[in-house]
C-alpha cells in the first residue's frame, strides 16, 4: 500500500519482536490458572491474535467493542460498549489487550466496568502508549512501545476505517 501520507514508525519486524517478548514475560507472569485475553474491537485484533500466539499456556480469547472515537482524530470523551462480553470473568484472571492508551479515558471506564465482575485479577497490556495525552489515571502492566503524541495507523489501528491492515505502524500525515 503505497501512500504519501504515510511514514512507517515501528515496523512489522520490531512489533512480532516486542511480541515475543510481551508473550514470554505473559506466560511467566502467569503460570497456572485460567487466563481470559479481552480483546478490545477492532483496533487490538492483530495484536491479541500474535500475543496469544507468542504465549506459552493455554488461553481464553474474549472480545468487547467499546466506543470512545468517532469517525475523527479526536475523542468525544464518551464511552460506550458496543458489543459485551458473552462470559463471566468471575474468578478469573483477565488481561485486556488494547491497541493504544491515549487520554485513557477507554481503559479507566473499563477496568472500572470489568472490575465490578468480581475477576480473580484484571490487569492491561497496550501495545502502544502515549503517556503524553493522558487525562484519566490507567495503568498499564504490559507496554509495547511508548509513542510521541503522533496519531499512528496500521496494525489494527485506523483512520476512519482505513489502513487497519497495514503490516507497520505509520505516521498518518496532513
Ligand atoms: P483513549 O480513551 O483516549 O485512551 O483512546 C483509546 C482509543 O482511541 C484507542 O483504542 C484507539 O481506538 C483510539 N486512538 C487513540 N490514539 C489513536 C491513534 O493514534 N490512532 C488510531 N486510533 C487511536
Ligand atoms: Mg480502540
Redesign the pocket.
Known amino acids: 500500500m503505497k501512500d504519501p501520507k504515510l511514514r512507517v514508525l515501528i515496523s512489522a519486524s520490531q512489533i512480532q519482536a516486542r511480541i515475543q517478548e510481551l508473550g514470554a514475560q505473559i506466560s511467566s507472569d502467569y503460570p497456572d490458572g485460567n487466563l481470559h485475553l479481552v480483546c478490545?474491537l477492532k483496533?487490538?485484533c492483530f495484536f491479541m491474535t500474535d500475543l496469544a500466539r507468542a504465549m506459552k499456556r493455554d488461553v481464553v480469547l474474549e472480545f468487547m467493542g467499546?466506543s470512545?472515537?468517532g469517525k475523527g482524530?479526536t475523542?468525544s470523551g464518551e464511552?460506550k460498549v458496543t458489543k459485551d462480553l458473552d462470559v463471566s470473568l468471575e474468578n478469573a484472571d483477565v488481561l485486556i489487550v488494547?491497541?493504544?492508551?491515549?487520554?485513557?479515558?477507554?481503559?479507566n471506564y473499563l477496568v472500572n466496568l470489568l472490575g465490578q465482575r468480581r475477576p480473580k485479577s484484571l490487569k492491561i497490556a497496550a501495545l502502544?502508549d502515549?503517556p503524553e495525552?493522558r487525562i484519566r489515571p490507567?495503568q498499564v502492566s504490559y507496554v509495547g512501545f511508548q509513542i510521541p503524541d503522533?496519531?499512528?495507523?496500521g496494525y489494527g489501528?485506523?483512520?476512519a476505517e482505513k489502513y487497519r491492515n497495514l503490516d507497520d505502524l505509520c505516521v498518518?500525515d496532513e
Open positions: 478490545i483496533g487490538a467499546i470512545s472515537y482524530k475523542a464511552v488494547e491497541d493504544i492508551v491515549d487520554s485513557g479515558v477507554t481503559l502502544l502515549k495525552r490507567v503522533r496519531f499512528v495507523v489501528l485506523d483512520y498518518l
